[in-house]
């Protein structure tokens, strides 16, 4: 579902000109009993997916916003960076 809407809105994001989009993946207001913002940014599994449904839709750069709330950001840090790989 993520991928189709990304996929939808590459044209328009880079159309506009943006020059890189920001994930962010620590937000403490994004539905976490869904699966959404900080929660998503706690799981490197899904981290690791997000970044690779956003490279597969769009050309431009983008980062991971990655939340402090978790015991090794380093394991989330290295799962993005994968998933940009």
């Not at 937000?27 to 899904?46: I, N, S």
């Not at 981290?47 to 978790?70: E, G, S």
Request: glycine content about 10%; hydrophobic content about 45%.
């Amino acid at each position: 579902m993520l991928l189709l809407k990304l996929l939808h809105c590459r044209g328009f994001m880079q159309k506009a000109g943006a020059d890189a989009l920001e994930l962010n993946l620590s937000c403490p207001h994004g539905m976490g009993e869904r699966g959404m913002g900080l929660a998503c940014g706690q799981d490197p599994e899904l981290v690791r997916n997000i970044c690779r449904w956003v490279r597969a839709a769009v050309k431009i750069p983008f980062f991971a916003k990655l939340t402090p709330n978790v015991t090794n950001i380093v394991t989330i840090a290295k799962a993005a960076k994968e998933g940009v790989c």
